[in-house]
């Protein structure tokens, strides 16, 4: 009796085993298939398989990805064609994009993302003959708005303005435009995007407004991205009503996109030409200001002009 259990519970076992084995036999040919459908897959399959010398493609992918090249790495067949395709589009762009065309090492793209991430310091104080210091570190996704507005019944209290972006590299367009749109009656474009070769208009919205007499932008040559959007497009719209004191800017007229791989690694392109209302754009060169000073006479000139 006992044999015959014994008998019955490895015959259940095989077919176990079998089914096993059929389920992931399927399931394997299903991937495969998926893959080799894919045609970026199937050059990875026809040059991993069944090219002869697969040392040469470890070589070329190690000359090509350098400080990217993962040792047993599966994204590193992924990250070549990445960076071939870009190099070969970095021939043909300024140099000024180029860098921003690119792979990153894991420890590049982490100091990249801290970057990203970083929330820069907010600041609202009111100075003599009722002149409103705004300062603002960068564009912080969900952090400097609120930040602001908080602040919003200083903000409303006063007619004159300085905005002090001096070091202030940039951050995130959405942030800008609920930032700008304190500025802009609704509806009003604030911003504009170039991609693609058409342009996407961004208009201003919300039930909080700055009615404003003056303004006084203070910046430098670290004042960069939507920093200096928002300085030259306010410049563009509101000529008569806003200054610009201290020194050309960085020139960063352009905005990017980045996608982080599954090893790490941050890949990254130029996605769009930030513009004002007219599609104008202010190039390699920055904005520069109408007034030149740095340090304490920045705050000092910019006193001087509300002053008048």
């Known amino acids: ?72 790495g599966f994204s590193n067949f992924d990250n070549y064609l990445y960076r071939l395709v870009i190099d070969d589009i970095n021939k043909y762009e300024p140099e000024e994009i180029q860098k921003y065309n690119a792979i990153f090492s894991r420890e590049r793209s982490e100091n990249v993302m801290g970057q990203i991430n970083e929330v820069g310091e907010v600041g609202v104080s009111l100075l003599e003959n009722s002149v409103c210091l705004i300062e603002i570190g960068d564009f912080s996704k969900g952090e400097t708005y609120e930040r602001l507005a908080e602040n919003m019944d200083m903000l409303q209290s006063a007619d004159k303005f300085i905005i002090d972006l001096r070091g202030n590299r940039g951050g995130y367009i959405e942030e800008l435009i609920k930032i700008m749109s304190l500025f802009y009656p609704n509806e009003q474009t604030v911003f504009t995007e170039l991609r693609g070769g058409e342009l996407k208009e961004h208009t201003a919205f919300g039930k909080s407004k700055i009615n404003f007499e003056k303004i006084a932008f203070l910046c430098d040559e670290n004042t960069a991205s939507s920093a200096e959007v928002m300085i030259f497009n306010m410049n563009s719209d509101f000529d008569d009503k806003v200054f610009i004191v201290g020194k050309s800017t960085y020139g960063k007229y352009f905005e990017y996109s980045f996608d982080k791989s599954e090893t790490e690694h941050l890949f990254i392109f130029v996605s769009g030409l930030m513009c004002n209302a007219d599609g104008e754009t202010f190039g390699v060169n920055g904005v520069a200001p109408e007034y030149e000073a740095e340090g304490e006479k920045c705050l000092e000139t910019a006193m001087n002009l509300l002053k008048n």
């Open 1 to 72: 009796m006992r044999e015959k259990r014994a008998k019955s519970k490895k015959g259940i076992n095989a077919i176990l085993v079998i089914v096993i084995i059929f389920l992931l036999t399927v399931i394997f040919l299903m991937f495969r298939n998926f893959y080799l459908n894919d045609r970026i897959g199937k050059l990875e399959v026809y040059m991993t398989e069944y090219y002869y010398s697969p040392d040469h493609l470890e070589l070329a992918m190690k000359n090509t990805l350098g400080d990217v090249y993962e040792e047993n």
